[in-house]
């Protein structure tokens, strides 16, 4: 019994290791940073290579051994592995309780939630659909083609109180502005769908609604920065610090 878990112990160690150098090599030579949300699962494709890799290896160095050689190795190598892990643990526990934000950072955000659509889906590496909600604090972006993966994150305070402050200037815009928008000699590219649920809006500040749709052409974008801010802002949350990401 005790041999088997002075084995146990190196080949656990071994795999660690493997664990750690691998999201190292994965994400320092192998992953290019265009790989966008994609980077993660090619990253845990290298540690899971790792982990096996090096696994195997304490393994066989594991069933070479015997009596003391067997435990002051086990002991040499699990001990300085184990400490390692157990500082990352802590560092990590202690950046996320400094990260965390409090409940009243969030207050000038409002609750909202916000909806960007490509129109124009020509380009198949564009993801289709943003979605932003500020009850949950979290992006959903669904897309690119042919898999249409659903990844999602947290949303820090100040990058939602940016989006809220943009809708409600959105939501000011000039008539004469919308009209650009939807000029009919120009194919629509983007769509947004807005629903400020709180209600904080004064009456008379707003040509559009609290809930409403907006079409927008390119020419739009680029002519009305009030437009395109929002447009953008939504658009590029996902690039923001945030939450970790996961994917469906």
């Known amino acids: 019994m005790t041999t088997f878990l002075w084995r146990s112990l190196l080949v656990i160690s071994f795999g660690m290791t493997g664990v750690y150098l691998g999201a190292w090599a994965g994400a320092t030579y192998f992953v290019p940073k265009s790989a966008g949300l994609a980077g993660g699962a090619m990253v ?3 540690v899971i290579l790792g982990f096996v890799g090096f696994a195997i290896a304490g393994a066989l160095i594991a069933f070479r051994l015997q009596g003391k050689k067997l435990r002051h190795t086990a002991l040499i190598v699990g001990v ?3 400490l390692f892990y157990l500082v990352l643990s802590v560092n990590a526990l202690m950046k996320a309780a400094t990260e965390r934000e409090p ?8 609750t909202f939630t916000v909806t960007m659509e490509r129109v124009d889906k020509s380009d198949p590496y564009l993801f289709v659909r943003m979605h932003v909600d500020s009850k ?7 897309g690119p083609a042919p898999e249409h993966k659903v990844c999602y994150a947290k949303i820090k305070a100040k990058n939602l109180i940016e ?6 200037s959105l939501l000011a815009v000039s008539g004469d502005k919308l009209a ?3 000029r009919a000699d120009q194919p629509v590219i983007k769509r947004l769908h807005w629903d400020l649920t709180d209600g904080r809006m004064e009456q008379g500040s707003a040509n559009l609604p609290e809930n409403g749709t907006l079409e927008v052409n390119e020419s739009c974008l680029r002519q009305h920065f009030e437009i395109s801010r929002t ?8 690039l923001q610090a945030g939450g970790k990401v996961r994917c469906n």
């Open 231 to 238: 447009f953008s802002l939504v658009e590029k949350i996902s």
């Open 136 to 142: 949950t604090r979290t992006w959903e972006q669904t």
């Open 163 to 168: 989006i809220r402050d943009a809708l409600e």
């Open 180 to 182: 650009d928008c939807n």
């Open 103 to 110: 409940e009243a950072a969030f207050a000038p955000a409002g």
């Open 44 to 46: 845990l494709g290298y």
């Open 80 to 82: 300085p592995v184990l």
